[in-house]
Structure formats: structure tokens, C-alpha cells
């Protein structure tokens, strides 16, 4: 069954410590996206990724780190200099290369206490 | 960069009826225009979208619009149906491509029976 995978659903942090979201897809997809969610305020580029060991910052990277050593997985680290880290976080894929469709993940919520 | 605006932030119509939302952008170099649609609790999913060399395109009920010079885009549902009530995003390629998109921030669009 091809898709892509976010987890953990739910995820639970004190302030100060970082945390990892996990992202796979098997799609055959080069490219992936982080996206962060608020009411309100629509989807957001935190990072991209066309290729794998390459990736850019989107619009608001500061306080996330990424990496793409593998083709299928782009994880996304919510770092303790993130200031308003409480958030709602989707992965996507896509065709390297062209605009098309973004296949989303189901996401993660993150609330940082 | 780019910044699109979406309106209305909530649409009520009564099961039948049509309902557009409306959608523009700044950056004049945007090609690609997709819009998402996302149930509650669920992952967005693309349910149409244009390009720029193209003023109409439609599927079944959901028609889409775009006016280059105005640089705005529309979403129209007719005959609309309770499977319909969501949250609907408009987007935007950014400049630069990469199928990077900037998001509207969401209309909430529910159906009453």
C-alpha cells in the first residue's frame, strides 16, 4: 500500500527538549516537504528537500532541523530554540522536479508543556 | 515572496446550493495553482488544480478560475452535498519553482442539510 508515514500521531514534550518527527514514504518520490499547521494560519514551508542529502529552508526554518540521507525518509527536529513549537506537522512528497500534487502524510501534533 | 490570500474564512450554504471561495496572490511569476481539500481530522488532499496558461478548468462540480492580470483564483462547488463541508486551501507556486507552494490560510465551508 503506497503512501507516506508520519509518526508519532500524538507527541507530548517539555519545554526545552527536542524532539524528532518521523516521515517515510514509498512513492519513489524525490522531493518532500515539512509543512506546520496553526488555526488560522494555513499550511507553512519549514523545509524542503528535491533530492536526497540536499535540502533548503522555507519560510520559517528557524528553531527546525532536517535531514534526507535516505530517499524515503526526511525527518523533521523540532530543536528548544523553536519558540512556539506547539503545532500541527505535515510531511509531503511529491514529483521532483515539477508543481504537481503533494501527497500529505496524516501528520503529528506536537504540544510542548 | 509570495503571499496569497483566502476568502471567506467560514462559508455556510444550505445542501444544493453553490459556494465559491476566493483566492489572490502577489508574486506575477506564480504557474500553479492548486487547491486541497482537508476533512476534519484528515490529510489535505488536491482536489483540483490550474496552471497559468489555462483560464477555467472544471470536474464534475468543482470548478476552478484564474484571472493572470487580477491575479486571482476561484473555487466553485455546485450542488453542494454534506461530504463537502471542510476546510478548503488555495495555494501558489513560489517563485523558483521546486513545486513549492504558499498556502492560504483555510476556509471552513459547511454544507447544512
Known amino acids: 500500500d503506497g503512501g507516506i508515514t508520519q509518526s508519532p500521531k500524538y507527541l507530548f514534550r517539555k519545554e526545552g527538549q527536542n524532539v524528532t518527527l518521523s516521515c517515510e514514504q514509498n512513492?519513489?518520490?524525490?522531493?518532500m516537504y515539512w509543512y506546520r499547521q496553526d488555526p488560522g494560519q494555513g499550511l507553512r514551508l519549514i523545509y524542503y528537500s528535491q533530492i536526497v542529502n540536499d535540502f533548503q529552508k522555507g519560510d520559517i526554518a528557524e528553531g527546525y532541523s532536517v535531514s534526507r540521507e535516505k530517499k524515503e525518509s526526511f525527518p523533521l527536529t523540532v530543536t528548544s530554540a523553536q519558540k512556539n513549537p506547539t503545532a500541527f506537522y505535515l510531511c509531503?512528497?511529491?514529483?521532483?522536479?515539477?508543481?504537481?500534487?503533494?501527497?500529505f502524510g496524516e501528520g503529528s501534533r506536537l504540544t510542548v508543556l | 515572496g509570495e503571499n496569497v490570500e483566502q476568502h471567506p474564512s467560514t462559508l455556510s450554504v444550505q445542501e444544493g446550493d453553490s459556494a465559491v471561495i476566493k483566492c489572490t496572490y502577489s508574486d506575477s511569476a506564480s504557474n500553479y495553482f492548486p487547491w486541497y481539500k482537508q476533512e476534519l481530522g484528515k490529510r489535505p488532499q488536491l482536489i483540483i488544480d490550474?496552471?497559468?496558461?489555462?483560464g477555467e478548468k472544471k470536474d464534475q462540480r468543482i470548478a476552478v478560475t484564474l484571472n493572470k492580470t487580477a491575479k486571482h483564483f476561484s473555487l466553485h462547488i455546485t450542488e453542494t452535498q454534506p461530504e463537502d463541508s471542510a476546510v478548503y486551501f488555495c495555494?501558489?507556486?513560489?517563485?523558483?519553482?521546486?513545486?513549492?507552494?504558499?498556502f492560504g490560510t483555510g476556509t471552513q465551508l459547511k454544507v447544512e442539510l
Open positions: 495555494a501558489a507556486s513560489m517563485r523558483g519553482g521546486g513545486n513549492k507552494l504558499t
Open positions: 490550474i496552471r497559468s496558461n489555462v
Open positions: 509531503a512528497s511529491s514529483i521532483a522536479g515539477q508543481d504537481g500534487e503533494l501527497f
Open positions: 512513492l519513489n518520490h524525490d522531493a
